[in-house]
């Protein structure tokens, strides 16, 4: 059974270019969140999708935003990039039960210049 | 607003001693869901257990064994016999009993096992 998918693992981009990053969940997990890790802030939320909706929403600025597809893929994507948005961005996909956990992808380390 | 402390940032073990990793909560919910993950240098969180609120069954798989103690709201988690394979970040998380899916996770703590 193959895991959570998430491309491109490595990613350089320039300031104030926007950035589409991926993630394809495990086959029949249909809630899929977005975590940002930081050496200073640590594992942050930043949303949660399930069914094409978003249910959650982590502190982070309007730059940042995502969606999910029916086939529950979900795409997250940052625009007008600052250098603080240099993190490693990992993507979690769930069950819809409650009493379940997260599994998470190699995450995508986006590195801004 | 939920919390997860991890108070220890970085522990040094050599191989074969055993070690207890700290993590302590808050949450006002009754229901609630906590976690342990490993992140090697490879980046991915692995998934190592869940525990739920109204469970304080203490569980032992293997070398790891986990702590949960609601009195004092403590999930701590002990590796016997460590090696140097579980040298790794390790991160406590915690989440509400709600729907929604979001993780409140701790600092880590970074443990290196040296031979």
């Known amino acids: 059974k193959a895991g959570v998918t998430q491309t491109p693992r490595y990613l350089i981009k320039t300031r104030g270019q926007q950035v589409t990053l991926s993630c394809s969940p495990i086959s029949g997990h249909r809630s899929v969140s977005w975590y940002q890790q930081t050496p200073g802030q640590g594992l942050q939320f930043l949303f949660e999708?399930?069914?094409?909706?978003?249910?959650n929403k982590g502190n982070f600025p309007g730059r940042f935003s995502g969606r999910q597809f029916s086939n529950s893929r979900s795409e997250m994507n940052v625009s007008t990039l600052e250098l603080g948005d240099s993190a490693l961005y990992l993507c979690a996909s769930s069950f819809i039960a409650r009493d379940t956990e997260a599994f998470f992808g190699q995450g995508t380390r986006l590195t801004v210049v | 607003a939920q919390k997860v402390t991890q108070a220890q940032t970085e522990i040094s073990v050599v191989e074969k001693e055993d070690v207890t990793l700290d993590c302590v909560y808050e949450?006002?919910?009754?229901?609630?869901?906590l976690f342990w993950y490993k992140q090697p240098p490879s980046g991915e969180l692995v998934f190592l257990i869940r525990r739920n609120s109204f469970d304080e069954q203490n569980e032992i798989s293997g070398r790891y064994s986990w702590n949960f103690q609601k009195s004092t709201s403590s999930f701590n988690f002990t590796i016997t016999a460590s090696q140097v394979v579980d040298s790794a970040v390790y991160f406590c998380?915690?989440?509400?009993?709600?729907?929604?899916?979001?993780?409140?996770f701790g600092k880590g703590t970074l443990l290196t096992v040296n031979p």
């Open positions: 998380a915690l989440r509400s009993g709600g729907s929604n899916y979001k993780l409140t």
């Open positions: 949450t006002r919910d009754t229901t609630y869901y």
């Open positions: 999708y399930f069914s094409e909706t978003q249910r």
